[in-house]
C-alpha cells in the first residue's frame, strides 16, 4: 500500500471512531392555535421593548442634564476668571488715584484754583471703588491687625515699640478680595 493510502485509511478510521457533536435542532415552538396567545407573546414582548426605550430616554435625560450643568459651570468659571483678570489690571490705577490723593501737597490744597481737579480726582477715585465693590472687591483690612500669611504679604520687620510682635504697624500696598478669593495680597510692614 502507497503511503498515501495509508494516510487516507487512518483519517478515515479516526472520523469513524471520533464522536462528532451534530448541532441538535431546537424544537420549534409549538404554534399556538389560539389567536389570543399569540397576542398576548407580543404585546409582551413590545412592552419590553418600550421599557428598555423608556429607560435609555431617561439616561440620555440625565446625561444631557449632567452635560448642561458642567457647561454652565464652566461659563460661570470663566466669567470669574475673566472679570479677576480685569480687577487685577485695574488695581495699580487704583493704588495710583490713591498716592496722587495722599500726595497732593498742602499749598495746593489750599489753591482755590486747584480745588476743582482734586475734588474731580477724588470723585474718580471714589467712583471706581464703588465700581469695584460692586463687583466683589473688598480691601484686606491690613493696618493695626495680626499677620496673616492668606491675605497679607510681609515685605519687611521692623522694630516698633508701641506694636505687638507680628502686628502690622504699616501698609505699603493695598491687598484685595473677590468674593472669598485673594487676588492681590496686601504688602504690609510687621512689627519684630
Not at 500696598?173 to 504688602?187: D, F, N, P
Request: hydrophobic share 35%.
Amino acid at each position: 500500500m502507497t503511503r498515501k493510502a495509508t494516510h487516507h485509511q487512518e483519517e478515515i478510521q479516526k472520523k469513524s471512531s471520533a464522536e462528532v457533536d451534530l448541532p441538535q435542532e431546537v424544537p420549534a415552538e409549538p404554534l399556538a392555535s389560539d389567536p389570543v396567545t399569540g397576542l398576548e407573546a407580543e404585546l409582551e414582548l413590545q412592552k419590553q421593548q418600550v421599557e428598555k426605550l423608556r429607560e435609555e430616554v431617561i439616561r440620555r435625560a440625565a446625561e444631557f442634564e449632567n452635560f448642561r450643568k458642567q457647561k454652565e459651570r464652566e461659563a460661570s468659571q470663566a466669567a470669574s476668571r475673566s472679570l479677576e483678570n480685569t480687577v487685577r489690571e485695574l488695581l495699580p490705577l487704583l493704588d495710583d488715584l490713591k498716592r496722587l490723593m495722599h500726595h497732593i501737597p498742602a499749598e495746593m490744597q489750599a489753591m482755590s484754583e486747584a480745588k476743582p481737579f482734586i475734588e474731580g480726582v477724588e470723585l474718580i477715585r471714589k467712583n471706581f471703588t464703588s465700581w469695584l465693590e460692586s463687583k466683589g472687591v473688598r480691601e484686606i483690612a491690613a493696618k493695626g491687625q495680626m499677620l496673616d500669611v492668606n491675605f497679607h504679604e510681609a515685605i519687611t520687620q521692623i522694630d516698633h515699640p508701641d506694636a505687638e510682635s507680628d502686628s502690622i504697624v504699616e501698609e505699603y500696598q493695598t491687598g484685595y478680595t473677590l468674593g472669598e478669593r485673594v487676588i492681590r495680597h496686601a504688602k504690609v510692614i510687621v512689627a519684630r
